[in-house]
C-alpha cells in the first residue's frame, strides 16, 4: 500500500540512491522503531556518520529493489519485495545524491547480521522518539552559520542530521502524524556535503 507523497527530482545531475525506513520492534520490549546505522569508520563516503541502509542504484534498478539489496548488505535483513510500504519524496543532497527513501516492513523481532565493513551499529528508533515535539530542531551550524535540521536522539545519545533526519521527519509526518510535509529545502551540515 503505497500510502506515502513519493514525488520524484528530475535533476539528471544528482546520481540515484536509495535507502530502506526500516519498520520493525525494539529488542527489549516489542516497541515500533526504525532501523538506523552508524557507518563504519573505515566507509569511503560518509564514515562514522548515522545513516539508514542504502546507497547507489545500480543500473536498471528501482528504488525499491535498491533499498532491499542494500539492506540486506549492510545489515544482512533480507524481506520480500511485498514488505516494501513506499515511498517518501526524493531528497537531493550536497554530496551529489538524489536519495528515494523506501519504506519497509521488517517484520517484529528481526535478527540482524551487520557488515562490520559498512556498519559499525545498528540501532532500534522507538517511532515514539521520533514522534516527540522536540524532533526535529534547527541549529546554526558554526562552521557555515547555516540553519541545518537535526535532532537529538536519547536511543543514540547524539545528534543526526540532514539527510537522514529529514527523510525520518517526512515518514513521521505521513506514517504516524497523516499529515503531507516537503523536507527538500532543509540544510544540511557542512561535513555531509562531501
Keep these: 500500500v ?25 529488542q527489549d520490549d516489542d516497541e515500533a522503531c526504525v532501523l538506523l546505522t552508524l557507518r563504519s569508520a573505515t566507509i569511503k563516503r560518509h564514515a562514522g556518520q548515522y545513516a539508514l541502509p542504502g546507497g547507489r542504484m ?34 537531493a543532497t550536497r554530496s551529489g545524491f538524489r536519495i528515494t527513501p523506501v519504506v519497509v516492513w521488517g517484520g517484529r523481532n528481526v535478527d540482524l547480521l551487520p557488515d562490520p565493513n559498512e556498519v559499525e551499529r545498528v540501532f532500534h528508533i522507538p517511532l515514539a522518539e521520533l514522534n ?13 552559520q547555516n540553519q541545518v535540521i537535526s535532532a537529538l536522539l536519547p536511543t543514540l545519545g547524539h545528534r543526526i542530521y540532514a539527510p537522514t533526519i529529514a527523510m525520518l521527519r517526512t515518514f513521521r509526518e505521513v506514517a504516524l502524524r497523516n499529515q503531507m510535509t ?10 555531509a556535503w562531501r
Design 2 to 26: 503505497a500510502i506515502l507523497l513519493g514525488a520524484w527530482l528530475r535533476d539528471e545531475t544528482l546520481r540515484p540512491a536509495a535507502v530502506a525506513i526500516v519498520i520493525t520492534s525494539t
Design 58 to 91: 545500480e543500473v536498471g534498478e528501482s528504488a525499491e529493489q535498491t533499498a532491499l539489496r542494500e539492506m540486506e548488505e549492510e545489515i544482512g535483513l533480507r524481506v520480500s519485495p511485498d514488505q516494501v510500504v513506499g515511498c517518501l519524496d526524493d531528497f
Design 132 to 144: 516527540r515535539p522536540d524532533v526535529p530542531q534547527m541549529i546554526t551550524e558554526r562552521s557555515t
Design 182 to 191: 516537503r523536507v527538500g529545502h532543509y540544510e544540511q551540515p557542512q561535513f
